[in-house]
């Protein structure tokens, strides 16, 4: 393969039998990789895709560019003396790039990805994937990129045990939002039940994603969500969080604030403006249903997303931010 061949904008779209046989060539040693911060299904896929891939015989390193380790709400998926690098990359040269989750290669590394492994074997469900790999397993109708590598799994032969289905079963339930997502279908439950016979125990997963919330956290979704402000008769529900009431409630973790706020009746959208320094605020929205696009809302200040969720910096006041948002809402026809 001529090297200016590795520098096509835009690859082969593939099937799972082609990606099979990529992984399956002798001698070949892979890197594989997921997107900055990761997150359940990218982190759940890397580490289960690897498991595979060391079942077959292969050399295989985990690596992503805020490595080393994971973060530390997923640090637990990985067993002890497992080893994911971060950082630098010194030996890519004779590495195979797998790369998992990532929609984009920015997503996952500003360098060019070829300086991180070649071939690029690009595996996502992310439906606006521009196939940036050399080789892409790309299926926007897939639940999560976990579900992918359950097929990847069935198309090696190789059977999936309870320290693979542990990290895919992780990557499904938080990529479905517990099975809640417009996304989740058939092939969702039915991959579920696959790494539950696997001997994934759904209860103790669970535990470990969704509770043991510290206190102060707990204390932070009870200011902010207590002061939640509704505008537009509802259809837009704001709630701000100042430094202060990160100091007050002693917590930290804002990530699921608006999600509880997307629940309240009548709202079409939802956000959560949380200071970071002074007279900068970071903004997190969701939409619900398809009359607006919050996407775009984000992109008036620089920010970006998709359709039903998206977030986005700012340097106005609140009140200036929620003028902004409903203001988009209202030219959405909203």
Do not use: C
């Not at 911060?37 to 390193?61: F, N, Q, W, Y």
């Not at 926007?140 to 990847?152: D, I, K, M, P, Q």
């Not at 999936?160 to 289905?165: L, P, S």
């Amino acid at each position: 393969m001529s090297h200016h061949h590795h520098h096509q904008p835009v690859g082969e779209r593939v099937d799972v039998a082609r990606v099979a046989s990529e992984l399956s060539v002798p001698g070949r040693r892979f890197r594989v990789s997921t997107h900055r911060k990761p997150d359940g299904d990218a982190a759940g896929s890397m580490v289960g895709l690897t498991r595979i891939l060391r079942a077959l015989g292969h050399d295989a390193i985990m690596w992503h560019v805020e490595g080393p380790g994971l973060p530390d709400h997923l640090a637990w998926l990985l067993a002890p003396g497992e080893e994911v690098h971060g950082g630098s990359v010194t030996d890519h040269a004779g590495r195979v790039l797998v790369a998992l989750d990532s929609a984009t290669s920015h997503r996952m590394s500003d360098a060019d990805p070829h300086d991180l492994g070649s071939p690029i074997i690009n595996i996502d469900h992310h439906h606006d994937n521009p196939a940036w790999g050399d080789v892409n397993l790309i299926d926007g109708a897939a639940s999560s990129t976990a579900e992918l590598v359950v097929r990847v799994a069935d198309a090696l032969g190789v059977p999936i045990d309870a320290e693979v289905a542990m990290p895919l079963y992780v990557g499904l339930v938080t990529d479905t939002g517990r099975f809640s997502y417009s996304s989740t279908g058939a092939a969702a439950h039915l991959a579920a039940a696959r790494l539950v016979e696997a001997g994934v125990d759904p209860g103790a997963v669970y535990r470990r994603l969704y509770e043991g919330t510290p206190l102060g956290d707990l204390r932070l979704f009870g200011r902010a969500i207590g002061a939640a402000r509704s505008e537009l008769d509802g259809r837009l529900v704001v709630a701000v969080i100042t430094r202060d009431d990160l100091a007050a409630a002693g917590g930290q973790d804002t990530d699921g604030v608006v999600e509880v706020l997307r629940g309240a009746a009548g709202a079409e959208v939802a956000a959560v403006i949380r200071e970071v320094a002074e007279g900068e605020w970071r903004v997190s929205t969701r939409a619900t249903g398809e009359v607006v696009d919050v996407s775009a809302i984000a992109a008036l200040e620089g920010g970006g997303g998709h359709r039903a969720a998206a977030g986005f910096t700012s340097h106005r006041d609140p009140d200036g931010i929620i003028a902004l948002i409903r203001d988009a809402m209202v030219s959405q026809g909203a």
